[in-house]
Every structure is written in C-alpha cells, then in structure tokens.
C-alpha cells in the first residue's frame, strides 16, 4: 500500500478528546508520518480535531496548534470527524461526549473505566441502536488484549469466573511489601514518589479503579449488567507487614485480587486482599504488572499477563480499537456494533460467600483462650484449618493468634468476629483476609 | 434473540471436515439444542455435511447419519455451506480441501499448523482475492487466543520477538523429568501412556509440531513469510535427568522454546530446549500448558497462558473464529480478508546467532585440562562465564565440567565444540544447550 493509493481512498476522520499522558501518545501515533496505522486500515486516517482545555498552552508534541480547541462542539458537529477517542478520564464531562458523539452517528474508543463501569450498557445500547461502534479495550489492561478476546475470540465458552490483579499501584505496593518487609505508609510513598500512585491514592489503594474494571469485565464474561456499585470493595490499608510474613509461611501470596465468579443466576463481584497460593500464577504477578484469569467451559483457565498503565500500552490498545473501526467505516459497514445478550444475573450479597479466611488477633496469653475463641467459631458452624500462636509477650501477657478456616461463609465469620471483640480474653481483632485455594486446573 | 426470530433470518450453512476428537466437539456444538452459536451470531447457523472416510461407521456422536458423506465434492459444490471448517489435520487432502473451498467462495474455519505453515500466505492470498475469510486461531495455542490478537488488538505495535511453549506434549515430559528425576524415556513412556504422545513421537519431541507453529506465528507477527523450513528445530531427546540438576544449581529451568526475534531486515526463527532462568514467567509454565510471549514496541511483554490442545479449548477457538465469519456473512460483508501487509523479511542463519550457552562434556580428570578447553574456546572468541566440575570418577580418571559462556556467535560455538572434540583429554561432548537470559522486563 504505497502513499499514493492511500491518498486516492476515503479518509477517515478522528477527535480526540483530551491530550495528558495517552492522549499525546494517540496523537503522536496518528501524526506519525510513516502512517503506520493508514498503511494498517488501508486508507488515510486522519487526526481532525483535539479538544484540550487550554489550547494556548505550550506544548512540545508536534500537534498542530490550530486543531486544538477548548469547544467540544467543533468534534461532534463535524460530519468529518466518523470516530471520536475519549481519553480525558473521569465521568464527567467524557460521559456526555461520548453520549453526544454516539447520538451523531460517530463510533467512540475510549479508556474509560469509569464511564464504562457506570454506564456502559446504556452506551452500548445507545451505540446499537445508532449501528455505530464503542470498543473499550484500553478500559482493563492497558495493552494486554482482554476485552476483545471476551467480545470475539473466547465466545464460544460460558465463562465461569474471573480473576485478575487490575491495578498497579497496588501490585507495586503489595509487593514491596512482601519482598522487602515495608509498611503501607512507606510503601505508599515510595509508589508516589515514582509517579505510580496519586497524592490522594484513595481511588487506588481503596479498590475504587479496580472495582471499575472488575464491572466492566464481569458484564462482558457473562453478558450481563454489573455496575461499579455492585461490586464489593475493601483495600489494602489493613495490611501489615506480618500478615505477609504469616502468609509466606502458610504458602500463600497477598495480592489485591479483583473476582468475578458466576454460580447459577448470580454472579459474585468482589475486590479484596486475598491469600493466593504461591504456586498459583497469580500469586507470581508482580511490580505494575497486571492479569487477567479468565475459565471458560471449554478452554480453561486462560491467563493474560502484562503492563497494565501507561501511555504506550494504553495507546496500543486504543490503535488497536481505531484500526478495527476504521477498517470496518472504509468497508462500507460489518457486523453489528457488539451488544451483550441479555442475561439478567443477580450479583450476590456478600455475605453469602463461601471460602476460607485469614483471622489474625491479639489474645490474652494464659489456658483456655483457644478453646474460647474455638467455640466462638464453632458456634456459628466455621471450621478451623490451623492455629498458630505468634509473638507471646510475656509484659502485657498476651499472644498473637493467626487462625485459618476451612471454607465458611462470609455471614457466619463476620458474626464470629463480632462476638470474638466482645471475648474479654480477645484483645482485638486485626485483620481478615479471605484465602482463595483454586484447584490448580 | 428467541428462535422464531432465529429462524426468520437467512441461515449460514457450514460444512465440517473431519469428526476425530476436534470435530466431535465442534458438531456437538453446532447441533447443540440450546443453539448458543446461533444466538451469538444473531441468525441460524446449520451443519449441512460432515465430511468422514467412512460414512457407515457406527458413531455414537448425535450427528445425523444422513449428513455423513466420503465424498468432498459434495460439501465443495453444494451452494449452501458458506464456511467449510477443516478438522482433518496433515498437509493432504486437507490442503487442497481448503484450496477449493476458498476458491469457490467460501470461508474457511481451520486448526490446520501443517498447512498454515507450509502455504499460509498462498491460502491467504487465495483467501483476499476471492474476498473470504481463512481463519486460524485453532492451530496454535488450542483454546489461548493467540492468532485473533496478533491479527487484530496488537496490530499498532511493531512486534519484536515471541517466546513461547507450544508443545505441551513435551512440556509435559520436561515438567517431569525437571521435578521428578525421569529419563526421557520413561518420560516419554508415560506420555504415551497418557495419551498426550503419539506412538510414533517425533512430531512432538523433535519439535516439528513447535516449529509449524511458529511460522505461523512469526509470519502473523512480522507481516512476512516464515516457512515451516525456515525454523531451525533441535527436540529433547538429547537432555539428560543430570542437565536438568545443574540448570537447576544455576537458576535456570529447561523448556523447549519457540523463538522468534526481528532484528533490523531479518527474522530469526528457532525451536529447541533453552535455559530459562527459574523467576521468568515461562519458567513457572508447568505440564500440559502453553503460554506465548509476545513483546511489541509499545505494550512490552504480555503473556498468554492457558491449555494449547484437547478438544474443548481447540473447538472453543474453531467456534470463536467461526461466529467472526458468520457474523460478517450475516451482515453482507465487513472489513476486507486479513492479509499480512508485505514486509519482506529473510531468516537469519543460525549460524549468526548469539546467546549464551551450556555445555557438558566428559574430561580427563587430571591438572591442565581445563585450560586446553579454555583455550580452544578463547581462540574462537567465546568467553567463560562459569566452569563446574562435577561427579569425578577416580576409576577411569574422568570428571563431569559444565561450561557456561557469556554471549557468544553460534557458529564460533560449534567451531570450538568440533576442535573440543579432537582434543585427547575430552571424552565426549554431551550437551549444548543455548540459555536465554532476558532482561525481566
């Protein structure tokens, strides 16, 4: 495909809204004079128009000053401009121009978790019924293929569960601190310092960003609507360095995992610590990186690993988009807009979950505790796996306990811990972490 | 979508050849009374013929006896099979079975590596000019989407290398003889047993199955042309329980690798056991798994891992590709045949190769030796990065070195093998094995 025969064919024109960190990577993708990505779809691609908030603003990108604008108008008005790429972030205002383009007729690609978490299936059934296209592959993942291998390649399965490290911040901090023994604190500063965490990394470290993703994979593996606030959130905050320690010594890794599980007509949706087997890959993750373990009926386990943030990963994901509504636009048309079928699953209250947990609390050091503690446990029906008494300090005569269970449920544990606080034998309860023992495959 | 509304719509007929243990599951599938095919793609989607040698066998598979035939020409002729999935495996008939299918206008669904790899880019040539669809994703990586990603979320990278397990017969054996000490034979032995070798196991031990997936991957991935010959293959049944201990002493698993790398104009394109240091994800693929390394430019190494045969994953990928064919045939067209644009890419020779390398071999075991293999090494440049000497025998005077070497041409390697050879105080040369040390990303 030389120049020349690009020149000849329709070109196909993109907004791009917003112009930070992925969306200058966009940019400098779509100027790039090799024309890598014409070449790719066959016809010219051309970037028309940038909506930016300053557009005085020096910048060393190469972006031609005049296509820069404050006016979102100036995209969706422009019959020009077929394919809008949203990377401003955030719910509004990427919402309403992502509405606003589908309503024109434009397709969008958008990195928007968020937007796509709490809205998705109005804009996906907003996209249909205007026969264009909104592809999010750059939503979960950053460059690592995930939404499209559940929207094409995977289709054939019934997916079973999810469960997948979604966010980097964390898995950088998680590790650090079971490497190298640090704290939340000290790991959150560090995370800062390198530019992975933000100075308020609540949206982070509190589960927010992976409760995004999580919905929208969760929707997409089961066809189905599972919104942000359907998913069950705890952070990291409550870890400590000896919950890592214990947990290397029970075999288990920490991670921050996001689990998505269909049983029946429901569906769990949950993002919480977990202990992971050592052996289990999961449990191998670390740094920024990020996966995705998707089990399907027929395939199994499948695992997806790879950088899941940053602006060329991101990019990737959005090109790959971009290409594949572009070469569907220089067609003349294909098939239809992906919709999800409708199932209509009901996720699961939480407390109705069954698995094994992590208790670790502080106890009077003297006979009979254990049994105390035992039958506090027993009464609510929750089996113990293993008791481990750590630290005795003979000053304040009390004793570090780590109990295991075998798999209960979540109402019946909570309801023992609350009793466990009213033990005058207990000194407090410092952490629950739920342990998930998937058969290897 | 209810089936009234199904049947409303035009039907696609398909039309499969082959009904072993793939094809089984791929009619199961089509003829499964819950129609999820059907629903997926929004219209009918109807088994007209099943292509079998012997139409008069006793089946116990659900197929309609009346839809078995010996004869291809009748699926070939017959106007109403739109997409021809091929489950046959081997270079003929199936080969020219795909040939006429395409050149009679139909899309063709196949897991076929020997064709792909052998006259992929003839097939898909054939495919773009009648304007019909060959797809793939069934011949490598069984149910791990692996082909759809490289054709389509990865397409705005410049790939530069794979790395990949994607023999799990092998891998299977491997895993063994690493963690429980067996030889190759009594590896292989079991395999068979287990049926995940065949009687005659070369295709899998000598890395011929490797190798065919490999040119396809390397031609998908560098947008050129990898022939099955053009992958230099080495099998494992050179290794020895003992190699797997010193790669363990050294850090390293053994795995036999399928490695592709673009460097500047040329592709180097290899199958054979490697090094692989233990904390490298492909380190931790265990048994009968696959996974894929792909790096691009701009997502860096993403990792896909899951089972790479068996009938359930390999008819999840036929059924995946062949709702993508449906779709667009029920939509009246898409975007044009995926054809690879034309990079023009020529093999480098192994002989040009540098990595690192492992060598055992069997010496006099007496002062001086050690410095004649140092210096036939050092003449042909090759510097020495660890020497061992292991289990000496006082009886007949020989000691056990393993050799590891810094980076290092192949060619100047085997120079130095050939002279180690002719030197009086080695008894034999054993073992070369090449250690991929990669930066961790």
């Not at 990505?37 to 910048?59: H, I, M, N, W």
């Not at 790991?187 to 609540?202: H, I, S, V, W």
């Not at 705890?234 to 029970?250: K, N, P, Q, T, V």
């Not at 570090?400 to 811990?417: G, I």
């Amino acid at each position: 495909m030389t120049r020349d025969t690009l020149h000849g064919a329709d070109e196909i024109g993109v907004g791009l809204m917003g112009l930070g960190v992925v969306g200058g990577g966009v940019a400098a993708t779509l100027l790039d004079p090799a024309q890598h990505v014409a070449r790719t779809v066959g016809r010219p691609v051309s970037l028309k128009r940038v909506l930016v908030r300053q557009p005085d603003k020096e910048r060393q990108m190469g972006v031609p000053p005049g296509i820069l604008t404050a006016d979102p108008t100036l995209l969706l008005n422009d019959p020009s401009i077929q394919v809008v790429v949203e990377v401003i972030g955030g719910e509004e205002p990427a919402s309403s121009y992502i509405r606003q383009s589908l309503s024109r007729g434009k397709s969008v690609v958008t990195a928007n978790k968020e937007v796509m978490a709490k809205e998705g299936q109005e804009l996906l059934t907003l996209a249909a019924a205007r026969g264009v296209d909104l592809l999010f592959e750059a939503s979960v993942g950053g460059g690592i293929p995930i939404v499209g291998p559940l929207m094409k390649d995977l289709l054939a399965n019934d997916i079973r569960s999810i469960q997948a490290i979604i966010n980097g911040t964390t898995n950088y901090m998680l590790t650090r601190m079971a490497r190298d023994g640090m704290d939340f604190d000290e790991a959150l500063k560090e995370a800062q310092g390198l530019g992975f965490a933000e100075a308020d990394p609540a949206n982070d470290v509190e589960g927010i960003d992976a409760g995004y993703k999580l919905a929208v994979l969760a929707s997409l593996a089961f066809h189905t609507q599972v919104r942000a606030e359907d998913v069950h959130r705890e952070g990291i905050s409550g870890l400590r360095a000896r919950d890592f320690r214990y947990a290397h010594e029970l075999g288990y890794a920490i991670k921050l995992l996001a689990i998505a599980r269909r049983e029946g007509g429901q569906v769990q949706a949950r993002v919480h610590p977990c202990f992971v087997p050592q052996e289990h890959m999961l449990a191998k993750v670390d740094g920024v990186f990020n996966a995705v373990e998707v089990e399907g009926d027929l395939t199994g386990k499948i695992l997806f690993h790879g950088r899941g943030a940053g602006r060329e990963p991101t990019t990737s994901a959005i090109i790959g988009d971009l290409v594949e509504v572009a070469k569907k636009l220089g067609a003349g048309g294909g098939p239809a807009p992906f919709f999800p079928p409708g199932n209509s699953l009901t996720v699961a209250p939480m407390s109705e979950l069954v698995t094994r947990y992590y208790i670790r609390l502080g106890a009077a050091d003297r006979p009979g505790v254990l049994a105390q503690i035992a039958r506090v446990l027993g009464d609510q029906d929750v089996s113990i796996a293993s008791v481990i008494q750590k630290d005795s300090n003979p000053g304040s005569q009390t004793a570090e306990l780590v109990v295991t269970t075998h798999p209960a449920r979540e109402k019946a544990v909570q309801e023992s811990l609350q009793r466990m606080r009213g033990l005058q034998v207990v000194r407090q309860v410092d952490n629950l972490v739920r342990v998930e023992d998937w058969p290897s495959d």
